[in-house]
C-alpha cells in the first residue's frame, strides 16, 4: 500500500469517525450496552477543534458523502477483529488518500502484536493506544447517532477510569493503567437515566460524596435513576455496608455483584447479597456476574448456580475467551468445536451450552417466582390460573401435565439428563 497523502498544518479537515459493522442486531443499536461511547467523546472533541470543520460519524460500512480527510476507525472486543479490518479494507479502498487512525479496545489490547503492527502497516492504519486524554474529558456528543431505530432515553457516565485490582482474566487495568477518580458529575448530566460504565465504581476516591450528590441530581426537575453495567465490588460492600445504602439512596436500580472464583467462597457472596438486600434491593432484582469456559470447571460451575437458585438471585453468565482469540462464531443453537469459538481445555462445547441454557432458564424462573420452566408452557402462554395452580402442585404431578418441565434445583449436565 502506497502511503498516504500527510495533512498539511492549519489546514481545515473534515474527519469520519466510524464504528465498525459489529453483530449487533439492529434494533439493540442505541441500546444502553452498544453505544460508541469512545467515538462520541472523540467526535466531541473533534468539533471544538479549530481546525476540524466537519465530522460525520457512520456505523458500519458505506460511502460518508464526501471525501474524509481522515478517518477515525474504533474497535471493540478482540474477539470481534474481523469486523474491524473489514472497515479498515471498506474506508482504505473507498478512500485511497484518507489518513485512517484506529484505536479502542481491541486496537489497544494488540497494540504491540506483530500481526496487528502488520496489518496496521499493510492498510497504512494509523493506531493509537489506550484513552485519548483530550477527548476523555469531554462529555459524548450524542448528537452524531441518528435518532433510529429509537431515540436515546439515557446518558453514559464515566466517574473512574482504571482499576485498583489486578485480576487475572481482567485487561482494565491494562487498557487503562492510571486510575482516576471524579468528586462530581453534576455538570455533565442531560438525561434522567445515567448508565455507569466505570470498571469498579465503588472504588471511586470521593465515593461518599459522589453518591450523595447522585442521591440529589435531578434533570428536568425529575430525579435520576442509575445503572452500573460492571459489578460492585463484593469486597467493598463487605466492609462498608454503608454504602449499598447510599447506591439505594442514590437510586441505582439491579445492582450486580461479581462470584467469578470458587463455589468455596459462596459464604462471603451469600453475605454481600443480604448486605444488599438489607439496603431493600428485592433479591430477584440482585445479578451475580459469573465467569464460565474458564478455571473452574462445569460441576462446580453448576453448584454456584445452585446457590444462587437458593437466594434467588439472577446470574449474568460471561462467557471467557482469551485475548488471542480473534474471532467467536459461537451459535447456541448447533454443535461446535475450537474452530468456532474458544473452549477452555476444562470444558467442552456441550458443557457451554448446557450451562447457559440452566442459566437462562433459571433466571426467568427467578424472575416470575416459578418452582419449574417449560418451554412448551411459554410458547403456548400460560394463564394466570394455570400457573397459579401449577406452581403449588407437587413434581411428579406436574411432569405429568407439563412433560418438558425443567427444575432448577438439580445438578443439570449435558444433553438434558439430570440427575
Ligand atoms: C462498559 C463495558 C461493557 C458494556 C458495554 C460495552 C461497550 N459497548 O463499550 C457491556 C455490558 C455490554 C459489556 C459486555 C461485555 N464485556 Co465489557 N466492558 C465494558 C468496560 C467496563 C468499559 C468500556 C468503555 O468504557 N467504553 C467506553 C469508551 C469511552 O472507551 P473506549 O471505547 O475504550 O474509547 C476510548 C479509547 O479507547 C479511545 N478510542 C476509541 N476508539 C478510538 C479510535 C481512534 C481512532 C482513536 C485515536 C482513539 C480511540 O478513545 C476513547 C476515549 O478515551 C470495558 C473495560 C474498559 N475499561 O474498557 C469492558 C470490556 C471491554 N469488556 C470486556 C468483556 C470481556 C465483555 C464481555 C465479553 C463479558 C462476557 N464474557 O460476557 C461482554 C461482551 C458482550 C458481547 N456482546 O459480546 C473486556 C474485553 C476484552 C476483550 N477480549 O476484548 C473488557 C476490556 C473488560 C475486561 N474484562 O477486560 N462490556
Ligand atoms: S475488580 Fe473488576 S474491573 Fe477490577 S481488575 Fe478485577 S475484574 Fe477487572
Redesign the pocket.
Known sequence: MKMVKKNIKNESLSILLVEPDFPIPPKSKNHK???????L??GAYLKNTRRVTKVKLVRGNARAGFVPDEI?????????SEYFWNSVKFYRSAYPNSVI?????????HFNNKDFKENCKQYSVKP?F????A??KCPPEYSLIPPNPHPLNYQ?I?ST?GCPRHCK????WK??PKFTSKRTIKDEICSNKLVF???NLLTNKHIDEFLKEISGLKYNSKVVRCES??GFDGRILEERPELAIALKKARFDNPRIAWDWNYSQWKRIEKQIHTLENARYPAKDIYVFM?FNWDIPFLEMERKRLKCWKWKVQIT?????P?T?LYDHFNSRSRQNSEDYFIHPKWSDAEVKQFRRNVRKQNICVRHGFPFHSGLLERKGVTKKLSMELRDLPREKVLQKVPDAWFPDKICKPPTKCF
Open positions: 450496552n452498544f453505544l460508541p461511547i469512545g467515538l467523546k472523540i477515525w476507525i474504533t474497535s471493540l472486543f478482540t474477539y470481534w487512525r484506529a484505536g479502542g479496545i481491541y486496537a489497544s489490547l493509537h489506550g484513552i485519548y486524554d477527548a476523555d453514559i464515566h477510569r482474566f481482567c485487561y482494565t487498557l487503562e460504565y466505570d470498571n453495567q460492571s465467569i453468565d460471561c462467557r471467557y475467551r485475548m482469540q
